[in-house]
């Protein structure tokens, strides 16, 4: 069972304030990926990464940012909140040679 | 295009009744195939996965899948639905290094 974490679980902030959604994972997986979804919708990835220095953006255009300096840390940053990124971040792991993903307890941001 | 579909946007059944819930999917790869589901405010936990070998799996909680070719399906059953089995449930295919497809989610409710 992979441990993976995200913090804050809830955030609320008022429009034009930086952001950084934390994500970490303790089994050393390679791959990480970051998911919009809306409440009771479907998952939209926004952006992945290979490994330490890799990033890559998804299938969903989002303003946010990533960044990859170390295995087990994956942030995402918003650098001026709009109420349109009012949704929930998942954030997930997985080992490019094995095959389920893992995903953490999610954020659920809320700006004003 | 790789696409998951699932028929069904919401379900409601009786509490020990039995579950289907129905899942479709378009690959170009042999595709690895995966049940989701994610309770209210939470992340995604798997139930179970097909790579290969018997097309019957069993996974947590007393879930089953079928995985059929001829049809590209592979539907979730459970025979007898308890209350805390209500929430929401995604299908998502893959393949070795490659991105999830996940499908839009079936919501659950279950009648006491």
């Known amino acids: 069972e992979a441990d993976i974490y995200q913090t804050p679980r809830y955030l609320v902030i008022g429009t034009g304030k930086k952001i950084t959604l934390e994500c970490s994972q303790t089994m050393g997986h390679d791959k990480m990926y970051w998911y919009q979804q809306d409440p009771g919708m479907e998952l939209h990835l926004i952006h992945y990464s290979y490994g330490v220095n890799s990033t890559e953006k998804g299938d969903l255009s989002s303003e946010s940012t990533v960044s990859r300096i170390r295995t087990e840390h994956f942030p995402l940053t918003l650098e001026s909140a709009r109420p349109s990124h009012t949704s929930q971040y998942l954030c997930?792991?997985?080992?490019?040679?094995?095959?389920?993903?893992?995903f953490g307890p999610g954020t659920r941001l809320t700006v004003t | 295009a790789q696409s998951v579909t699932q028929p069904d946007i919401h379900i409601t059944v009786s509490e020990g009744a039995s579950l289907e819930l129905r899942c479709n999917y378009s690959y170009g790869a042999t595709p690895y195939l995966f049940w989701y589901v994610q309770s209210p405010g939470q992340g995604l936990q798997l139930l179970l996965k097909?790579?290969?070998?018997?097309?019957l799996v069993q996974g947590i909680k007393g879930f089953e899948a079928e995985f059929k070719r001829s049809q590209s399906s592979f539907n979730l059953r459970k025979p007898s639905v308890h209350w805390s089995d209500a929430a929401e449930y995604f299908c998502?295919?893959?393949?070795?290094?490659?991105?999830?497809?996940f499908g839009p989610g079936t919501r659950l409710s279950v009648l006491p």
């Open positions: 998502a295919v893959g393949s070795y290094g490659q991105n999830f497809v």
């Open positions: 097909y790579f290969s070998g018997d097309t």
């Open positions: 997930a792991s997985r080992w490019t040679s094995g095959y389920e993903q893992y």
